[in-house]
Structure formats: C-alpha cells, structure tokens
C-alpha cells in the first residue's frame, strides 16, 4: 500500500493526452482539479425545454425497419446527388417519408396548449434534426417539408450542418419546429428513449443501420439492412394504435422506397 505513490501518477504530472477516440475528440483533456463552468448558449436552452418537456407524459414505441432496398436506392441517388452539388445522406427521405406519415396522421404534427383545451393541428411539417455541433446539441429545422422535394431536403440539410459546424444557426433556424427526428445512429447504438422537444407531441430517434442475418419469404437466412426506429409521444393526445399506425406507413415507404414515388 505505501508504494502506491509509485503506480498511481501525481496528478500535477498529468497532462493533456492523445487519444485515438473519433475524429472530432482526438485530443481528450483530463482535469488536474474540479472545473466549474456556467451554463450557457445550446446547453442552457436544453436545460430549459428538457425541464418543461418532463411534465409530458412520454410513451415510447420501437421498432426495426429492413430497409436493404433503401440502402441500394441511397447508394444511386447518392452519386446522382454529388452531381449535382449535394450530399445525399438517408435522412433526406426518411424526413420526406415522415412528412407523409405526418399527413396520414395529422395528431403528430400537433401542439396541446398551455391549459390542455385546445389542439393545434399544424398546416407546414417542419421537421427538426437534432444535430450534434461543436457548440453542443441543437435541432435546427427544415420548414414546409410537404411542399419540399427530397433533393431540396438533402440540400436545406447540407446548409444547416455547415452552418451548424460554424456555429452560424440563427434563431429563425432552430424555432418553429413541429416534429423532430434525430438520427443517433450516426454515433452507433439501436434503441433509445427520445424525450419530446415541447411544444411537439412526438418524436423519433434513429439508430445505426446494421447489416443482421433475416429470413426471406422462403425460410432462408439472407443479409438484411435493419434499421431500428425509437418514437416517444405524448400520451395525453396520442395512443400507442396512433403511433403503430405512423410507424407502420413511414415502415413501409422505407422497406419499399418506390412506393414513395405514389405520394410525392
Ligand atoms: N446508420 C448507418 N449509417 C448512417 C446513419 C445511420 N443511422 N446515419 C448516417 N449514416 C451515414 C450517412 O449515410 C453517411 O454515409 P455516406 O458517407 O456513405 O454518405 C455518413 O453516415 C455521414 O452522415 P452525415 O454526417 O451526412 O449525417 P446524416 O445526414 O445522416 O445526419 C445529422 C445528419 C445532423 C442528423 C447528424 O450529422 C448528427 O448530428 N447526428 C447526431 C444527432 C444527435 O446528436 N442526436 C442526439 C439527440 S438527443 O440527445
């Protein structure tokens, strides 16, 4: 026990280090002594809608998506895409397909107000993104997603994540949103529990699209593309047959993307 000084390093030795973890947190910091640090900026306004959303009563719904044909449509539209100026990730036509989940079930793109008397079911679908920036999470928002096209979508998507990445989000950007998406599966994992950004009634989160063995219509083993979806709702307006409902039309449109071709 007395030669612990000799494995355990003095803290004043210790110094910043290089550590291979991502690309954007090379270099990782370790503390010498106890910071304190005020909340502000992106924080501060997550601080405060994450405190009102809790008097939400959430209810969550998963489910997993094989979405090998998406993966195969992607990789097409991605090419054509770049040619004409635009990276073209899934999230444009998962937000499309959401949108006309959204006018199936026009409850999910509504607002309970302040006394709970009144629904406000919202004419435009604008679909916030969460997004992680260097300045922490922000959601901005891609307005009138059901009069846009999916390469416009694609193109809103590659402005506001370059501003994003500036810290250039202004606030007409970031406000207005009447759903929200957020893809965590960029980062990895497969279910989590989304936690509504108020005054919206619903959200979905993403996971990391994962090639997993699935049995084809014959019984045999086959590689499939599997995507898993996390939705929570506010139960005081919307019950789970609702949010099944959502989650089965927006299934659909991304198991068999040409049936998007119907409803655009
Ligand atoms: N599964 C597999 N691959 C994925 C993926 C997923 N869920 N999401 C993205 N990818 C792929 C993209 O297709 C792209 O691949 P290519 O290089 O082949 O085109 C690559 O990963 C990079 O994607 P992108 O950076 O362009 O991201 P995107 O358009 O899919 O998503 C955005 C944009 C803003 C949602 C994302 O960058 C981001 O910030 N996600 C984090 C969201 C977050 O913090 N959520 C938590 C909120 S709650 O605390």
Redesign the pocket.
Known sequence: DSDASNIVPDATTVKAVEIPVTKAQAKVEVLLEDRVVPVSGFTKAMVKSMTEAMKIPHFGYSEEYDVTKLVEA?DLL?TIALERGV?????PIIIKATSLGLTQLPILNSSLDSNCEHIIYKANHNIG????TPNG?VVPVIKNVQNKTILEIASE?NSL?EKGTKGQLGLAEISGGTFTL??????GGTYTK?VILPPQVAIG?????QVLPRFDSESNIRKAHI?TISFSADHRVIDGVTMARFSNYLKNYLENPTTLLLDL
């Open positions: 992607r991605k990276k073209f990730s899934y999230m993104v969460a997004m992680d999470l998507l994540q957020s893809n965590i599966g960029i980062i989304p989160a993403l996971g990391k699209i995507l």
